[in-house]
């Protein structure tokens, strides 16, 4: 994994596969059933898949912007709702059951994230603890199930504080900072406080700041150039 997990598993692989397929039972249990129906559709997800639409078909102009960076309404970014739509596509000819999909694999990897990366610390009970708190929070199990784009920055966000909180900082570790921001702006313009906060964490060390500010700021202008190409 790119994530630069050294041997994550050391010499508690039982304990460690254990963990992991509770983990993927919980979710398959909490996540999977009656995806398409429940819970019920919300306006945010047709916008969403209009968006991404109206981009794949080639309709740049009229939703690209007008529901993204100058909108007060979502500012979803165009990336995440392509992302969706193709997902919707792709695994289900359209449908919103393919999109919904995209919501609970994004959950799943962040808490995979959070148990991948505790265990690696030697702290393999509070990283499975977390991963399941996660997992069943009520609210998380309604809004996991939702076609948001901003799942991506929460995606992001929780990349940015695990590497933030190691201590000992691996060789990639500012690169890796700058996916996480990449990660929140393929969803929303919340990045901006992403990488303010980011960059902030790292106002002591310049030699990080373009680092993390490159990966976002790519996919934030090839966005703009989607709306006026």
């Known amino acids: 994994m790119a994530f630069h997990l050294r041997n994550p598993i050391g010499a508690d692989k039982n304990r460690f596969w254990v963990g992991l397929g509770i983990i993927l039972l919980v979710w398959g249990t909490c996540y999977l059933p009656n995806l398409r129906t429940s819970p019920g559709w919300y306006g945010d997800e047709f916008v969403?898949?209009?968006e991404g639409n109206?981009?794949?078909?080639?309709?740049?102009?009229?939703?690209?912007?007008?529901y993204s960076f100058f909108s007060t309404f979502t500012n979803y970014q165009p990336w995440g709702a392509i992302f969706?739509?193709?997902?919707?596509?792709?695994?289900?000819?359209?449908?919103?059951?393919?999109a919904r999909f995209l919501s609970i694999f994004l959950a799943l990897l962040l808490v995979l994230l959070v148990y991948i990366e505790l265990f690696r610390r030697k702290l393999g009970w509070v990283g499975f603890c977390a991963a399941f708190t996660i997992l069943v929070a009520p609210q998380n199990t309604i809004h996991f199930r939702w076609v948001y784009p901003h799942f991506f920055v929460s995606l992001g966000v929780v990349l940015i504080g695990l590497l933030l909180s190691r201590e000992k900082k691996e060789p990639y570790n500012d690169w890796w900072l700058g996916v996480g921001c990449a990660l929140a702006a393929l969803g929303h313009l919340l990045v901006v406080h992403v990488m303010a906060a980011t960059g902030l964490s790292q106002i002591l060390r310049p030699?990080?700041?373009i680092k993390i500010v490159v990966p976002p700021v790519i996919v934030l202008v090839l966005a703009l150039l989607l709306g006026i190409s």
């Not at 109206?54 to 007008?66: M, P, T």
Request: zero cysteines.
């Open 48 to 50: 969403s898949l209009m």
């Open 54 to 66: 109206a981009i794949l078909s080639g309709n740049f102009e009229n939703r690209a912007l007008k």
């Open 84 to 98: 969706y739509s193709l997902s919707a596509k792709i695994l289900t000819g359209g449908d919103i059951l393919g």
């Open 207 to 209: 030699r990080s700041w």
